[in-house]
């Protein structure tokens, strides 16, 4: 019976290569077939260019497109053609890196990956390496602590509902909104109707070039189409003292 190869997920961090671990790092550096997700034919894959560094000139790259779409019949038609593709690496013994923004199994492309790459072949060896989430990285660049004593954390990946987010910016404790994107204004006059505007801050692309950082968020109004998807916003809700 052929061997087949093992699809190792590795979470790349949020943009500094450095911030890649030893463990991904490593794998990266060995696996021959590496496949990179990218939101358009055209466009260049983040996650490629964050894992350059560790790659061997004999790499072999893989780009695969993941849309950024809502039609789920589409995104269906797209994570399997994807997961066959990898299956059929697989099956020729080859291991595959999949590596993936910010950790493997937060609000991650892998995730449908591999989900739906056991439905066409349960029996698939699968090795997943975490990786530093992109609030992690916000909160150490920023001085910025994310959970203190008892206080919750909640991480609301934004949305054009609002109620998630209403209901989250009424807790004691620390708010983490992810994709922050176009729905920027949205999102600060939530900030300012809850009276946490100031207790706020914003990084967009952090680790990366063209990183963004702010603490005063009434001057990003406006800025929402430059901001991108890559962006955060950390609120302090905490009501009491640390308990």
Partial sequence: MDKKGTLFGVGIGPGDPEL?????????GSCRHVVVPKAAEASESVALRIIQ????????IHELVFPMVVNPEELMAKWNESASYVAALLNKG??????????????STYIYLVQALLAIAP?????TVPGVTAFSAVAARMCFPVGKGKHPVTIVPSADDFATLD????????V????????????LDKLEE???LEKSVFAAHV???????ETDLRKLRGTGDKTGYLSIILVDTSKDEMK
């Fill in 123 to 127: 029996d698939t060896r699968i090795e």
């Fill in 94 to 107: 080859e291991d595959v890196c999949f590596p993936t923004l910010g950790d493997t199994f937060l609000y």
């Fill in 176 to 187: 983490v909104i992810m994709k922050v994107g176009k729905r920027l204004d949205a999102i």
């Fill in 20 to 28: 890649v671990t030893v463990k991904g790092a490593r794998l990266l």
């Fill in 53 to 60: 560094p560790h790659l061997k000139p004999a790499t072999q």
């Fill in 207 to 213: 680790g990366m070039a063209d990183e963004h950082l």
């Fill in 194 to 196: 809850h009276n946490v």
């Fill in 167 to 174: 209901v989250a910016l009424k807790t004691n404790g620390t």
